[in-house]
C-alpha cells in the first residue's frame, strides 16, 4: 500500500491571518471524511496555496499554556480558572504565532512506512502528502495508519500475500 | 610610580605578527558585536586563526598561564554549572521564591523587594543568568495570579542578579575571571566588595520603591491565590535536597577557606560537583553534563586564546602605555577611569570580552610602574588592588545600563516577549541606566572613602 491509498483529500485549511478563535471553529466543522466532522489538525496555506505550517489542537494548548511553566515544576501552585482566562487571551491570538513550522511531508507514491518513519522520528500524528508540483492534496493520519497495521495482523497468512 | 618607567616603550615589535593578531582581535569584536554570527563561533574561528597563523603555538594556547585559556575559569563555571543541573530538580528553587511571596503577603511591592533581595543573594553564589532563570518562571506566575504587569518585576529581578553577582567571586564571570588573573581569593572578594554591594542593594531597594511603590496595586481576592500556594508541594526529591544543600554549604565552606588551604576556586568547586555527583546517586552522569552551557564555556576559551595572541604580539602592552599615558601615574584617576570606563563598556558590550582584554592590560600596566617586581608582589601592589577592585565593580554594575548590557538582561527580555509585554531598548535603559549610575557613584564614593582617604 502507497501514500496514496491511504491519505484523506484535503478539504479544508487554515489561513495563518486567521484567529485561534476561527481555527477552532474550523476544526470542529471540517470534514474528517465521507461522513465524519471535525478534525485535531488542519494544514496552514499561503496565498499561493504553499503549506507553510499545520495547526493541531496540541499547538493550541501550547498557545494557551504560558511559556514559564514549562521552565521549572510550577504545576502545584496555578489556581481555578487560570485555563479558562488563559484560554480567552489566545481566542485572539493569530495562527501564525502558533503553528508548527517544522514540517514533514510525504510524497503520494511514497511508502507507509515512510510515514511512519516520520511520525515516530518526530511525534507527530499527521502527515501532509504533496503532489509532483508541491501542492498540498491530502493527509495521512496514525488513526489510519494503526487500521492498516491491525488489518495486516488480523489476515489471514494467504490474504495477506495476495 | 617612576615617569621613566611610563616612558620607556619597551621593545614592541610591529611586524606582521602583530598587525595580523590585531586584526583577528578587531575583526573577532566587530562580529561579536554585531551579532552577525554567533559569538561563541567567532571566538572558536578567532581562537582558530591565531594558531593556524602561528601568532601563537598550540602549546601556549592549551597549557600557557599567560596566554592561553583559562582553565581556572573554565573548571569553576562547569563545575557550579553541574551542582546547580542536579539541584534543580529538587525543587528548592521554587519553594524559595514561592516562600517569598507568601512572606509579603500577596503585597505587590513587597514582593518586588523581597524578590530583589533574594535574586541578589541567590546570584552572589550561583551565576546570574541561572538564577534569573530559577527566580523569573516563579515570579511571571505570580504576576499572573495578581494580575500585575510582568515588565517592572522582570527588570528589577535582572538588575538585582546583576548587583548580587559583583559581590563575591564566584556571583559573575568577570569577577571569576579577575580572581583567576589577578590571583585573588574568595575572602578578598567578601572583604573589598561585599560591604559596598550591601549599600548599592539597599540605595537599588530604596530608589525601586520610588519608581515603582505607587503604581502597584492589586485587588485584595487576587492576593488569596497566593496564600493558597503551599510551597512545600514544590519539594520533589527531599532526599536529594538534603545532599545537595550539604554539599553546596561545604563547597561554599571550601570557597571561603580556599585561601588558607592554598586550593584555587577551580578545585574547590570541582570537588563539590564531583562530590554532589556521587552522593547523587545519579547512574549516567551525561544529562547532568549535557546541560552544562557549552556555548558559553567554548566561547571563554576561544576568547582567551585570541587574547593570548594579542598579549604575545604587545598589542596589550601597547594600550597599557596609552592608558599610562593618559593617567599620568595618578592611582586614583586611574581607578575612576577603569571604574568609569568598564561600567559604560559593559553597558553596551559583553563585560566577558572586556574584562579578558582589560586582565592582562592592567597586569601590563602594573609590569610598567614596577619592573622589579613579579608574582602576587606585582599583582597585588596597594596601590594596583583599588584598580582591581574598580574594575570588578565597573564590569559587572555596568550591565545594568541597557537591555544588552549583561545576559540575565537579555534573558528577561526574551521572557517579556513571549509573555506578551514585550520591553524595548529605551524602555530597559530608562530604568537601568540611572539604576547604574546611582549604583557606580555609590562605588565611586567607596573606593575613594575606602583606599585613598581612610587606607583600610
Same mark, same amino acid.
Request: hydrophobic share 55%.
Given at each position: ?12 485549511f487554515?489561513r ?6 476561527e481555527?477552532?471553529?474550523l ?13 485535531k ?5 499561503d ?24 521552565m ?10 487560570m485555563?479558562?482566562?488563559l484560554?480567552k487571551?489566545?481566542?485572539?491570538e ?10 514533514w ?7 507507509l ?6 511520525m515516530i ?7 501532509p ?14 488513526r489510519d495508519?494503526f487500521?492498516?497495521i491491525?488489518?495486516?495482523?488480523f ?8 | 610610580m ?18 595580523? @593578531? &590585531?586584526? #583577528?582581535f ?5 562580529? =561579536?558585536? !554585531? ?6 563561533t567567532?571566538? *572558536?574561528c ?11 603555538t ?12 583559562d ?5 569553576l ?7 546547580i ?6 525543587g ?5 521564591a514561592?516562600?517569598s511571596?507568601?512572606v509579603?503577603?500577596g503585597?505587590?511591592?513587597?514582593i518586588?523587594?523581597?524578590?530583589s533581595?533574594v535574586?541578589?543573594v541567590?546570584?552572589a ?11 523569573a518562571?516563579v515570579?511571571?506566575?505570580?504576576c499572573?495570579a ?20 559583583? @559581590? &563575591?567571586? #564566584?556571583?559573575?564571570?568577570p569577577?571569576?575571571? =579577575?580572581? !583567576?588573573?589577578?590571583?585573588l581569593?574568595?575572602?578578598?572578594? *567578601? ?10 542593594l539597599?540605595?537599588y ?5 520610588f ?15 497566593i ?11 527531599p ?6 544543600l550539604?554539599?553546596?554549604a ?6 571561603v577557606?580556599?585561601g588558607m ?17 556521587l552522593v547523587?546517586?545519579?547512574k ?6 549535557a ?14 586564546i ?9 598589542? #596589550?602592552?601597547?594600550?597599557?602605555l ?5 593617567t599620568?601615574g ?7 577611569i ?14 566577558i ?12 600596566m602594573a ?6 617586581l613579579?608574582?602576587?608582589?606585582l599583582?597585588?601592589?596597594?596601590d ?5 577592585w574598580?574594575l ?26 513571549k ?10 535603559m530608562?530604568?537601568?541606566m ?7 557613584i ?9 583606599y ?5
Amino acid at each position: 500500500m502507497k501514500v496514496k491509498d491511504l491519505m484523506i483529500p484535503i478539504h479544508d485549511f487554515l489561513r495563518p491571518d486567521v484567529t485561534l478563535k476561527e481555527a477552532v471553529n474550523l476544526l470542529h466543522i471540517a470534514r474528517r471524511d465521507a461522513e465524519k466532522q471535525g478534525v485535531k489538525g488542519l494544514p496552514v496555506l499561503d496565498d499561493h496555496y504553499k503549506l507553510i505550517g499545520i495547526l493541531s489542537m496540541r499547538d493550541i494548548l501550547k498557545a494557551v499554556y504560558p511559556s514559564y511553566m514549562s521552565m521549572m515544576n510550577l504545576g502545584n501552585f496555578t489556581w481555578d480558572g487560570m485555563l479558562e482566562s488563559l484560554a480567552k487571551r489566545a481566542g485572539a491570538e493569530k495562527v501564525a504565532a502558533h503553528m508548527s513550522r517544522d514540517l514533514w511531508t510525504v510524497q503520494e507514491n511514497d511508502s507507509l512506512m515512510e510515514c511512519v518513519d516520520l511520525m515516530i522520528k518526530h511525534d507527530i500524528k499527521r502527515v501532509p502528502v504533496l503532489d509532483q508540483s508541491g501542492k498540498v492534496v491530502g493527509m495521512i493520519y496514525e488513526r489510519d495508519v494503526f487500521n492498516t497495521i491491525t488489518n495486516a495482523m488480523f489476515d489471514d497468512p494467504p490474504e495477506g500475500e495476495k | 610610580m617612576t615617569p621613566d618607567a611610563a616612558a620607556a616603550p619597551h621593545q614592541i615589535v610591529m611586524g606582521w605578527p602583530f598587525w595580523i @593578531a &590585531t586584526c #583577528i582581535f578587531i575583526g573577532a569584536y566587530a562580529l =561579536i558585536v !554585531s551579532e552577525k554570527i554567533h559569538k561563541t563561533t567567532v571566538a *572558536i574561528c578567532g581562537a582558530a586563526l591565531m594558531i593556524v597563523l602561528g601568532i601563537v603555538t598550540q602549546e601556549e594556547a592549551f597549557h600557557s598561564l599567560d596566554l592561553g585559556a583559562d582553565w581556572n575559569v573554565i573548571f569553576l563555571l562547569i563545575s557550579m554549572m553541574v551542582i546547580i543541573n542536579i539541584m534543580k530538580p529538587t525543587g528548592v528553587f521554587e519553594y524559595i521564591a514561592i516562600r517569598s511571596a507568601k512572606v509579603a503577603k500577596g503585597e505587590p511591592f513587597k514582593i518586588m523587594a523581597i524578590f530583589s533581595v533574594v535574586t541578589a543573594v541567590v546570584s552572589a553564589f550561583l551565576d546570574n543568568v541561572t538564577t534569573v532563570l530559577l527566580i523569573a518562571p516563579v515570579t511571571l506566575l505570580i504576576c499572573q495570579a495578581l494580575e500585575l504587569d510582568v515588565v517592572p518585576y522582570l527588570i528589577t529581578e535582572a538588575l538585582a542578579s546583576n548587583i548580587g553577582g559583583t @559581590a &563575591t567571586l #564566584i556571583g559573575d564571570p568577570p569577577n571569576i575571571m =579577575i580572581a !583567576s588573573k589577578a590571583q585573588l581569593d574568595f575572602m578578598a572578594f *567578601i572583604y573589598n566588595l561585599s560591604p559596598v554591594i550591601i549599600v548599592v542593594l539597599i540605595a537599588y531597594i530604596i530608589s525601586i520603591k520610588f519608581i515603582f511603590g505607587k503604581r502597584l496595586t492589586v485587588r485584595e481576592e487576587l492576593k488569596e491565590r497566593i496564600m493558597a500556594m503551599d510551597e512545600r508541594e514544590a519539594i520533589k526529591d527531599p532526599v536529594l535536597l538534603k545532599k545537595s544543600l550539604i554539599v553546596l554549604a561545604v563547597t561554599i565552606l571550601g570557597f571561603v577557606l580556599h585561601g588558607m588551604l592554598q586550593l584555587q576556586p577551580a578545585t574547590i568547586a570541582l570537588f563539590g560537583a564531583g562530590l554532589l555527583l556521587l552522593v547523587s546517586g545519579i547512574k549516567d552522569p551525561h544529562q547532568v553534563l549535557a546541560e552544562a552551557e557549552w556555548s558559553t564555556l567554548f566561547f571563554f576559551i576561544g576568547l582567551f586564546i585570541i587574547i593570548g595572541g594579542v598579549v604575545k604580539v604587545g598589542l #596589550i602592552k601597547w594600550m597599557s602605555l596609552e592608558v599610562l599615558k593618559i593617567t599620568q601615574g595618578n592611582f586614583f584617576g586611574t581607578a575612576m577611569i577603569v571604574m568609569w570606563f568598564s561600567a559604560f563598556a559593559s553597558a553596551f558590550i559583553d563585560n566577558i570580552p572586556y574584562v579578558a582584554t582589560m586582565n592582562p592590560l592592567i597586569i601590563d600596566m602594573a609590569k610598567q610602574l614596577w619592573p622589579n617586581l613579579s608574582g602576587t608582589q606585582l599583582l597585588h601592589h596597594p596601590d594596583l588592588m583599588p584598580i582591581w577592585w574598580s574594575l570588578a565593580l565597573g564590569a559587572c554594575l555596568g550591565g545594568n545600563g541597557t537591555a544588552i548590557g549583561a545576559s540575565a538582561n537579555v534573558i528577561v527580555v526574551g521572557m517579556a516577549e513571549k509573555m506578551g509585554s514585550p520591553i524595548s531598548f529605551k524602555k530597559f535603559m530608562l530604568y537601568g541606566m540611572p539604576l547604574m549610575i546611582e549604583s557606580v557613584i555609590i562605588c565611586t564614593l567607596y573606593v575613594w572613602l575606602r583606599y585613598y582617604v581612610l587606607n583600610i
